[in-house]
């Protein structure tokens, strides 16, 4: 298996058609020699198939003064020109011509300084044609790895699901690298995630990615490394795992407590994988694995202000011993029918919260009030129905909790406009307050009150339907419905947190 973790060095190479183009411009068939003696690049027809001992003298001259050498002697004039590319002699120039009578001599050295000045122009020109192609080649690689980054910055934020981010950053990824297919294997990330996200098509089933990755992982060691194979049919154990997969570019993800995921690009038809796209690889597998630990802190926090809340309002819950649990069970069945009605993931969270939340103002209403079993007289009443008032008093300043407020202040509202505290009716009324309202009324019937036991699920059932479009929200009411009720309290009767208040 290849690992690589850098590019080779480049050499430096005659440029195509030199020696025979200056032997068309200036008849001087110029051979070019590197450091071993030996001509290298393409030799123009007349050259020399052997040095001569002058010329060989002066090429090794050439290259061991960094300067040109001229010799003229029994009828020939001869010179070697050091080509230095970036204050290193990469080649030398050597050539020979003729020359006769008085003038012959300077007539040639002039020559070949003319051949020599042509030479060296041409090879400018061809280097910084060279640079400028590399220059735009790291250029156009470092806009797509901004790019990259750019658009994965745009949608890595911690509160969307662990898959969501890796499906977006594997689709980025897959059309960056133009790979068949971009991969993300992450064992155990999140609780309920996949262990693989797949952008594109695997030439593979899905099902053997968690072992093919194992086993191109086997072979990254270390933090830096990264694996590039651009044979894999050529390896035994790969082509018996993974039958048509022909090249792969793999790049570890470091998860917390030592896991190791990984992030991969496979097959490509245009050219092999290399250092560029493990460039891009490793760095959407460096973003990956920052969200991935920041989402794994924020769902801790989340936990803790979760289990804060609950606890905070269990004590207010026992205030009033038949409706302990009360809270919770608002939540739970909130939250099932914000999900059966398909709301955002986001809004799915907040209702929850705001179920646990909804009777927070309870906590300045007295508890023989909370507590009393008989009719409450109208001054009671009065101070009742102060709660969601309280409660949004209560819950101001704390900005986690500003976008439940407003259903905490309007969870008594119905629809028809004969609700507290504001009368608001139909879509005056938040969504979210709707369905609290609706999973409120709910637990009110399911439950054991002082004045009654809980009543009938088929009562209920007829109850809620009587009450569609008065006090319930149409689409709310429906979602309720249509969830299996009987399961749901079956499912808290044996929740000790959540029992059905005493009774
Ligand atoms: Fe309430």
Redesign the pocket.
């Known amino acids: 298996m290849d690992v690589t973790q850098a590019t080779p060095a480049a050499t430096f190479e005659v440029p195509s058609g030199l020696a025979p183009d200056m032997l068309r411009r200036t008849g001087v068939a110029v051979t070019f020699y590197g450091p071993d003696g030996q001509a290298a690049g393409e030799v123009a027809a007349q050259a020399l198939e052997t040095l001569n001992e002058t010329l060989r003298q002066l090429v090794g001259e050439a290259f061991k003064t960094g300067e040109d050498q001229v010799v003229a002697s029994a009828g020939w004039v001869r010179a070697a020109w050091p080509i230095r590319v970036r204050s290193r002699t990469v080649l030398v120039a050597a050539a020979e011509v003729p020359v006769s009578g008085e003038q012959g001599p300077d007539l040639g050295r002039r020559l070949l300084a003319a051949v020599a000045e042509a030479v060296r122009a041409h090879l400018c020109t061809t280097e910084a044609r060279t640079e400028c192609e590399a220059v735009s080649e790291t250029l156009l690689q470092s806009f797509e790895e901004i790019s990259l980054l750019h658009h994965l910055g745009e949608v890595l934020r911690v509160s969307r699901p662990v898959t969501e981010l890796l499906k977006y950053a594997c689709n980025e990824l897959r059309e960056t690298v133009d790979a068949e297919a971009a991969v993300a294997f992450l064992p155990e990330a999140e609780e309920g995630a996949p262990e693989t996200v797949v952008a594109g098509q695997l030439p593979f089933p899905a099902a053997d990615l968690p072992r093919i990755m194992m086993q191109l992982l086997e072979g990254a060691s270390g933090e830096a490394c990264i694996v590039i194979h651009n044979y894999c049919q050529q390896d035994p154990a790969l082509a018996g795992l993974a039958p048509g997969m022909k090249r792969v570019a793999l790049v570890p993800i470091e998860l917390s407590e030592g896991r190791r995921g990984a992030l991969a690009a496979i097959n490509r038809e245009a050219e092999e994988f290399g250092s560029p796209d493990a460039k891009l690889i490793r760095s959407t597998s460096n973003v990956t694995s920052i969200v991935i630990e920041n989402r794994r802190l924020y769902r801790e926090l989340q936990e803790l202000m979760l289990d804060l809340v609950r606890s905070l309002v269990s004590s207010i819950d026992a205030k009033d011993p038949y409706t302990c649990g009360h809270s919770e069970r608002v939540a739970i069945t909130a939250r099932r029918v914000a999900i059966q009605m398909r709301l955002p993931a986001e809004q799915v969270e907040q209702i929850y919260l705001a179920g646990l939340l909804?009777?927070i103002g309870?906590i300045g209403t007295p508890e023989q009030i909370l507590r009393k079993e008989g009719k409450l007289e109208a001054e009671e009443w009065r101070i009742m129905k102060q709660?969601?008032t309280v409660g949004h008093r209560i819950l101001a300043g704390i900005r986690k909790l500003e976008s439940i407020r407003d259903v905490v202040l309007s969870?008594?509202e119905r629809l028809d406009g004969k609700g507290y505290p504001a009368g608001l009716k139909g879509d005056e009324i938040p969504l979210l307050a709707r369905i609290v309202g609706i999973a409120?009324a709910f637990d009110a019937m399911t439950s054991n009150r002082p004045y009654r036991p809980m009543l009938p699920m088929e009562y209920v059932k007829k109850e809620i339907e009587r009450c569609i479009g008065t006090q319930f929200d149409v689409r709310a009411a429906e979602a309720l419905l249509s969830l299996d009720m009987t399961q749901l309290m079956k499912e808290f009767a044996e929740r000790p947190t959540v029992g059905l208040g005493a009774g």
């Open positions: 909804h009777d309870k709660h969601p969870h008594h409120d």
